[in-house]
């Protein structure tokens, strides 16, 4: 009975420790929190089930995995069990959707990560339906489909920004590429409380933050950079900011009281914020355009930032956040994108060849430790990282991968 209780125990902290529940993390920043002491020669499957197509990566709140996935001409939400692999429940909706022909190596999506928060689960498909369940029955609780209202209900290449939580607000870019708004819905009743229409969405997903004594939500939309006020929605400042096809996809980080921006073509470059009264301005503190982000979204690990340049035919680089000077830089020919979460010690990088790299990086170099086959599929998803391997969407399964026997 000792050893029963015992591990009842292990795998509640197991699982508390390890909650991943929205897109990069609890903050939204690719922080792990929770990783193996030690990582073996080889990893060993726990389970693997079928889940639906799509790259919308994984999550983990409480007791359950979530996934959202496209079955059957289908989106669907499941909620797994993530010490079994067994399904607790699953909802599904009509979502017919015809890919750009520029995106068809991508698939029909979905693309956007759910989020949990306060007992509900929110998706948002690729053409912009936004659906809330109950967490734990799965129940529906309320859906908006945007399409109508803006015509078209995602930009060119499918809906790919994931939504965010805030004091009760659930805030969601929606509409296409010719017309949108940044939206705050009240996160319980989808009720519209605030709507930001001076662009249209692109492909990043939003952040938010507190600086200059205001709390903001900060992202790219079509055209611009742009941050406003979290409460009201009024707008804050504006940087313009476009990229070819209008593929503004990275997710801002921010580093102490600056914000680091990049994408395609466009380097890397650190901004400040200043306010006198309702005037805001932007002072970039620095720029780097011998390395920049297309897909990738970087990450920090204490004055470092790691991230996948698309320069070079893709390449790991490593910054110093606080100059901006480039402290190394991996082998060229990577790739085209990767996903890349942190700790405080350790660099996790999985590309879309279904392999994840772990290392140990320091100012002067990558430190690679190990490198596993994870899939046998492409994974475009970020994994989530356990406290004793790893969760994986590849394109239709997910899968759990152990550090133990």
Known sequence: MRKMLAACCFVTVFLQGADWPQWRGPNRDGVVAGEPANWPEKLNLKWKIAVGEGHASPILAGASAYVFTRLNDAETISSVDPASGKLRWQQHYPAPYQMNPAATGHGQGPKSTPLYSNGRVYTLGINGILSCFDAETGQLRWRKDFAQQYKEGAPDFGTAMSPVVDNGLLIVYVGGTKLGALTAFEAATGAVKWTWDGDSPAYASPIVVDLGGVRQVVTQSKSNIVGVAAATGKVLWTIPFKTQYDQNIVT???????????????????????????????????????????????VLAGDLLFGFSHLKKGQIFCLDARTGAIGWTGSPRGGDSAAMLASASTLYVLTPDAKIMVARPTPKGLGEIRKYEVAESATWAHPVVLEDGLLIKDVKTLARWSVNP
């Not at 901004?271 to 009264?277: E, K, P, S, T, Y």
């Not at 805001?280 to 920049?292: E, R």
């Open 252 to 298: 801002p980080v921010r580093y102490k009281d600056t914000l680091i921006f990049s994408g395609i073509d466009k380097g890397v470059f650190a901004v400040r914020l200043a306010h006198v009264g309702d005037k805001w301005s932007t002072q970039t503190v620095w720029q780097n355009k011998d390395v920049a982000m297309y897909m990738n979204s970087p």
